[in-house]
């Protein structure tokens, strides 16, 4: 059975601070990692995919990979209060290019202003 | 880039009825995939089009449920006999070939059954 594990939070910080998301897989060959935001009674909305161990930067997103550990996180700087949502972590079902995402619950995030 | 569009974005129905739920995919995509979400809970697979292939399908979709793709490229997903149990959100999304699973949600079709 593959898994992706996340803690459901809610994780809450101040405005302006670090936002740290982590998420754990349980399939090793997974490939293909996702980190998608979801507004409350929106559908989730693609922020962030990484393929390749280490980290991977857009704007005041950072995505960090560790395959041998099957660890997944998400940092968000200088957090604001528009960040307030749930986040998804999701991991390719298949060791391929094909095939279906595997998600997590999500990790509720509330930025305090 | 017009995104991947679902109708009804609501749609409230009677416990036995039937309903239906077209997407619409990114234009250049040919990959198309339906997941259900229900509360507190991450999207759930329940099955993938390649073109007008339907290449998978999860056991969360039951007898009641089939979805087609006739000419690769809009989709439908119906339930027969609806339950209440089917009461969710019901995600499209879509990918291309070669993207590396990177897929594109819709805005979803909430379903409640009375």
């Known amino acids: 059975q593959k898994e992706v594990e996340q803690n459901s939070g809610p994780l809450s910080v101040p405005e302006g601070a670090i936002a740290s998301l982590n998420c754990t897989y349980s399939d090793r060959v997974s490939q293909s990692f996702f980190w998608y935001r979801q507004y409350s009674g929106k559908s989730p909305e693609l922020i962030m995919s990484i393929y390749s161990n280490g980290d991977k930067e857009d704007g005041r997103f950072t995505a960090q990979l560790n395959k041998a550990s099957q660890y997944v996180s998400l940092l968000i700087r200088d957090s604001q209060p528009s960040d307030s949502a749930t986040y998804l972590c999701a991991v390719n079902g298949y060791g391929g290019s094909q095939g279906n995402l595997i998600f997590g619950k999500g990790t509720k995030l509330s930025v305090k202003p | 880039d017009t995104g991947v569009s679902q109708d009804p974005r609501h749609k409230i129905t009677k416990r036995g009825q039937n309903v239906t739920f077209r997407c619409d995919p990114i234009?250049?995509?040919?990959?198309l995939y339906w997941y259900r979400q229900t509360l507190g809970q991450g999207p759930e697979f329940l099955t993938y089009f390649q073109n007008e292939a339907q290449l998978e399908k999860s056991r969360l979709l039951s007898d009641r449920f089939s979805a087609e793709r006739p000419k690769g490229s809009f989709s439908t997903l119906e339930i027969q006999r609806t339950e209440q149990g089917d009461s969710a959100m019901y995600l499209c999304a879509s990918s291309r070939t070669g993207a590396a699973d990177t897929q594109y949600f819709g805005p979803g079709t909430r379903l409640t059954v009375l």
């Open positions: 234009s250049e995509h040919n990959r």
